[in-house]
């Protein structure tokens, strides 16, 4: 079973820079996808940042976000600068895993809360 742990979340002002890491430990593959999702209060989970086949963010982070992955130590971090309040969110590491002719796999950590507030 895939675990994952995300830390590093905490209050920081508009303008202010945060950044956030995922630990995973299990069985974690190098085809593996893995990223970021956020949740705020009453909104659906959405995508920020994906790495894995290519390095995609949401159009609401691009510029300002930075997606990073270490195969060796299986963590993915996320660097946020320029942080606004609408980023305030649950902030969520994913595994995704997409087996040709297996069927797709999501993991997903516990969260961590981020708070861009005055």
């Known amino acids: 079973q895939v675990r994952l742990v995300e830390s590093g979340g905490g209050l920081v002002q508009p303008g202010g820079s945060l950044s956030i890491s995922c630990a995973a430990s299990?069985?974690?593959?190098?085809?593996?996808?893995m990223g970021w999702y956020r949740q705020a209060p009453g909104k659906q989970r959405e995508l920020v940042a994906l790495?894995?086949?290519?390095?995609n963010y949401a159009d609401s982070v691009k510029g300002r976000f930075i997606i990073s992955r270490d195969n060796v130590k299986n963590t993915v971090s996320l660097q946020m600068n320029s942080l606004k309040p609408e980023d305030t969110a649950v902030y969520y590491c994913?595994?995704?895993?997409?087996?040709?002719?297996?069927?797709?796999?999501?993991?997903w950590g516990q969260g961590t809360q981020v708070t861009v507030s005055s």
């Open positions: 994913n595994v995704h895993r997409a087996w040709t002719g297996r069927g797709i796999n999501d993991y």
């Open positions: 299990g069985s974690i593959f190098p085809f593996d996808a």
């Open positions: 790495t894995g086949g290519g390095t």
